[in-house]
């Protein structure tokens, strides 16, 4: 691996939790901006779509954020399963190919999500748009985008700590900082503020950028003994 792809590789770590938390924080923005009906459908997506056709610029914007960010997440991880490869190829393998999961899902979120909504937002006859919108929210496809985008990138990160914890290169901070995103996301939280919560993946990415600038570099086993 070159200096070039070494780069790239760091450029995209310390972007991703950074891209995340920006597109979050404009889709929560939105989304909190209109009242929920779990006994209407209709009327909640009604509601929906004018909350986003008043804030369309910070939809698309949101929208246009993760696209970036699926590419430097997927780029991200695959740099941590390298560092994780140089003593645990297994771990390295796992956290690898939950990480191109996790990026289909993400990709596949801003398809089902971002687009349709965006678009029956400027529709002229917005109670047409809001039947349409509500109508198909059980397609099996929806659930296989959000298992994906959910438990695909949930599986990515605990992978990645798993991987970099068994090959000794993850100081308590990073740990940390592992523990208190999949903490957030298990909370659950749709306030806007909850977006800063994902700058916390900042610390093992921090911790993966400084391994790739020392590519030589291993560690020894008999440290770890933790099956």
Same mark, same amino acid.
């Given at each position: 691996?070159?200096?070039l792809?070494s780069r790239?590789?760091?450029g995209a770590?310390?972007?991703?939790?950074? !891209? *995340?938390t920006?597109s979050e924080?404009? /889709?929560?923005t939105v =989304? +909190?901006a209109?009242?929920?009906n779990d006994? +209407?459908p209709?009327?909640d997506?009604?509601?929906h *779509?004018?909350a986003?056709a =008043? /804030?369309?610029?910070?939809?698309h914007?949101?929208g246009l954020?993760?696209?970036v960010f699926a590419? $430097? &997440?997927?780029?991200a991880l695959l740099?941590a399963?390298?560092v994780?490869?140089?003593?645990?190829?297994?771990?390295?393998?796992?956290t690898?190919?939950a990480g !191109?999961?996790?990026?289909? @899902?993400?990709?596949?979120? $801003?398809?089902?999500?971002y687009v349709?909504?965006? %678009?029956l937002?400027q529709?002229?006859d917005?109670?047409l748009?809001?039947?349409?919108?509500?109508i @198909?929210g059980?397609d099996?496809?929806? %659930?296989?985008?959000?298992a994906?985008?959910?438990?695909?990138t949930?599986?990515?990160?605990?992978?990645?700590? *798993?991987?970099l914890? /068994?090959a000794?290169v993850?100081?308590w &901070?990073?740990?940390l900082?592992?523990?208190?995103? *999949?903490?957030?996301?298990?909370?659950?939280?749709?306030?806007?503020?909850?977006?800063l919560? +994902?700058?916390v993946?900042?610390?093992?990415?921090?911790?993966v950028a400084?391994r !790739? /600038?020392?590519p030589?570099e291993?560690?020894p086993?008999a440290?770890?003994?933790v099956a």
């Open positions: 691996m070159n200096t792809h790239i590789m760091i770590l310390l972007l991703s939790p950074v !891209l *995340l920006a924080s404009a /889709r929560l =989304d +909190n209109y009242v929920e006994a +209407n209709v009327a997506t009604a509601s *779509l004018q986003v =008043d /804030r369309l610029g910070l939809w914007a949101a954020l993760e696209v590419a $430097t &997440w997927c780029i740099a399963a390298l994780i490869a140089r003593s645990r190829p297994v771990l390295a393998a796992a690898g190919l !191109l999961l996790s990026t289909l @899902g993400v990709a596949m979120h $801003t398809a089902f999500y349709p909504l965006a %678009g937002a529709e002229p917005q109670a748009a809001a039947k349409a919108g509500a @198909g059980d099996p496809l929806l %659930g296989v985008a959000l994906l985008f959910l438990l695909g949930l599986a990515a990160i605990l992978a990645m700590g *798993l991987g914890w /068994r000794g993850l100081p &901070w990073g740990g900082g592992v523990v208190a995103w *999949l903490g957030s996301v298990v909370a659950g939280s749709e306030l806007p503020a909850a977006a919560v +994902n700058l993946l900042l610390l093992p990415f921090a911790v400084a !790739l /600038r020392k030589g291993t560690v086993q440290e770890f003994a």
